[in-house]
């Protein structure tokens, strides 16, 4: 952690430095920034990669996308992935198809669908929603330095500058260096992190002996499943099929265990070793009886990898100097992973930060960044290892009775279906998860995403996704399930948790720093049908606004709505109080006549 800045070193002061722009690093960016924080980001890189690396977003990715109000962006410029088909080797050796499935089979996922598209694009489209709050990407530059305060004691003062970090801009005739204090360090630069290694992080895992070529072009084919995720296991390996945005597809193909692309003195693949032609050549192989050409000979972006599979043994040095994405994690791209685990880090982390610096939050709040992103990593490396070898593994055929088969692998794949789309994420209980009622709205586990719902406004009778309703601007959403208003003691009970709630010593007024709204976002929800109430018949605290108000009912049609106490399990009368966290996860349920237990759930953490 050498401090190295000259005497003519310009300085500056910055809530957030982020280190390296990728997915996480502009992800958590163009979080901070619309949050309201001063935050810069830096990366080595001229320019933005406009080709390859990461290929796609899952279910849950889409709908974190949704809450930044930025997916229909990304839908725009991609590809849908609705079907997986699987091929294996006949008699004869050639392959020949066994099945098709749906590609995201995880139920309740709003977005019953992958989403393909180049990890550039994804980048910038982060970027241009950044511009529009005065923050770009600094490029190039580079950091040469970090360096933590000796005074132990700011590291528990969220506003003391605990860091300083050189940093050289280069690209120019005359580098400029500048020295940077900065609240809070985020690295975010890839697998080879020099935060991580700056700050002696280690990695848990290893390197599999596992290589796979990765070619991106428009193919010419005679492949019926060209434009669906498709699973081939032949005599000579496995090949693995994503169509992309462009009309492009992807292949992923298994390098034969006596090939050269290993450099034996670091034990990394060299890309030199390799090219286009050799993986397509062996893609041609594992395709037999099926031809693959490239149109019009272009390839569009190709790379040669050997599977490492890690996690770095801490995410933060005493939460002033944090790492998400690659810089944590490292994994096959086979599950289609790792953008998604990038921008999974960094929406978590983001809202924490941001009640840190805001003063609302004590600073503890940071450690939970890790316990819970961490053991997702752990659980995904787990995962990984397990679908790895189902695609390294040989084929079952006559001469190999004990391969794999392709049930095994359309079992795994509905087996973590959920897992693999992001929406069976569960965060563990820790301060901002309590799951001591859980059992009042079992169809909204406590550490999971708040699945999607469609409710009507009370006012106007439209129909809105509930998903829609708790958008990412770091928030609490508070949702009241108020019973049935029809019902003078269900009224009476949801003008009881109202009065409560605007006593001094809720939590709402505790915790409120004399603007709770800019905190909690109170939504309230009634079981009774839309023609037997209006909305003015919600208590005045519940609709301070009309938008505010909702029932659990169906649109006039029946198309719409309606069910959602019944899929969410919650009692129809007693009713419940759900706080959802402002990256969309439930936090705690409480009963109605409970607010003195939301109040020291939220008294844990927030100041």
């Excluded at 935050?39 to 996308?65: C, H, M, N, W, Y």
């Excluded at 609705?82 to 198809?97: I, S």
């Excluded at 490029?139 to 005074?151: C, D, F, Y």
């Excluded at 590291?155 to 690209?171: C, D, E, M």
């Amino acid at each position: 952690m050498t401090f190295a800045p000259t005497a003519s070193s310009e300085e500056s002061n910055v809530d957030v430095l982020i280190i390296g722009a990728g997915p996480a690093g502009v992800m958590a960016a163009n979080a901070l920034v619309h949050a309201g924080v001063n935050v810069r980001i830096i990366d080595k890189r001229p320019e933005l990669d406009l080709r390859g690396q990461a290929d796609g977003f899952q279910s849950r990715t889409q709908e974190i996308l949704q809450s930044y109000g930025l997916r229909e962006r990304f839908h725009a410029m991609g590809n849908e992935l609705w079907r997986t088909a699987y091929y294996v080797p006949g008699r004869d050796g050639n392959v020949v198809r066994t099945g098709r499935q749906l590609a995201v089979a995880a139920e309740d996922a709003r977005y019953p669908y992958g989403l393909t598209l180049y990890q550039g694009a994804a980048e910038n489209l982060l970027i241009e929603s950044m511009k529009t709050k005065g923050v770009s990407v600094e490029r190039p530059t580079v950091p040469t330095s970090l360096k933590l305060t000796e005074a132990t004691d700011a590291f528990t003062h969220p506003q003391a500058y605990a860091n300083t970090v050189v940093l050289k801009h280069l690209g120019s005739d005359e580098e400029k260096t500048e020295v940077v204090h900065a609240k809070f360090v985020i690295g975010t630069d890839g697998a080879h992190s020099w935060v991580r290694k700056t700050l002696g992080i280690g990695a848990e895992g290893s390197v599999t002996g596992s290589i796979w070529g990765v070619v991106d072009f428009r193919p010419d084919t005679d492949l019926p499943d060209i434009r669906c995720m498709t699973y081939i296991q032949s005599e000579q390996g496995t090949l693995f099929i994503i169509p992309r945005e462009r009309d492009l597809v992807r292949l992923y193909v298994q390098q034969p265990d006596d090939s050269e692309v290993i450099n034996p003195n670091t034990g990394r693949a060299n890309k030199n070793r390799s090219s286009p032609e050799k993986i397509l050549e062996q893609a041609r192989k594992l395709l037999h009886p099926y031809r693959m050409d490239i149109q019009d000979d272009h390839v569009d972006w190709w790379t040669i990898y050997v599977v490492g599979q890690r996690v770095a043994e801490k995410y933060s040095v005493h939460d002033r100097v944090l790492i998400a994405g690659d810089a944590c994690h490292t994994h096959s791209p086979k599950a289609g992973q790792g953008m998604n685990a990038a921008i999974g880090d960094s929406h978590n982390l983001a809202w924490k930060l941001a009640y840190v610096l805001r003063g609302w939050a004590d600073l503890s709040l940071l450690k939970t960044y890790e316990s819970e992103r961490r053991k997702f990593a752990q659980d995904l490396i787990a995962f990984d290892k397990k679908w790895s070898k189902l695609f390294t593994d040989k084929p079952r055929s006559e001469s190999n009775p004990n391969g794999v088969t392709q049930e095994q692998m359309v079992s795994m794949a509905k087996t973590f279906a959920g897992f693999m789309s992001g929406i069976a994420i569960v965060y563990g209980p820790s301060t901002i998860v309590k799951p001591q009622y859980e059992h009042l709205a079992p169809g909204l586990p406590v550490g999971k995403r708040v699945s999607p719902q469609i409710f009507l406004s009370a006012a106007s009778g439209k129909p809105s996704e509930i998903q829609d309703l708790l958008p990412a601007d770091t928030r609490f959403k508070v949702l009241v399930f108020g019973g049935d208003l029809s019902a003078p003691e269900d009224a009476a009970r949801l003008q009881a948790a109202a009065d409560e709630l605007v006593q001094p010593e809720s939590f709402v007024q505790r915790f409120g720093h004399g603007a709770p709204d800019e905190i909690f976002d109170n939504l309230c929800f009634s079981s009774a049908k839309a023609d037997t109430v209006d909305y003015l018949d919600f208590p005045q605290f519940f609709r301070p606004h009309y938008s505010k108000v909702f029932v659990d009912d169906t649109t006039s049609d029946g198309r719409l709505g309606g069910g959602g106490y019944d899929k969410y399990g919650i009692d129809p009368h007693a009713g419940a109080i759900v706080v959802v966290r402002p990256d969309g996860y439930v936090g705690m349920i409480a009963p109605l006549d409970r607010v003195d237990e939301l109040t020291a759930y939220f008294g844990a953490f927030l100041v």
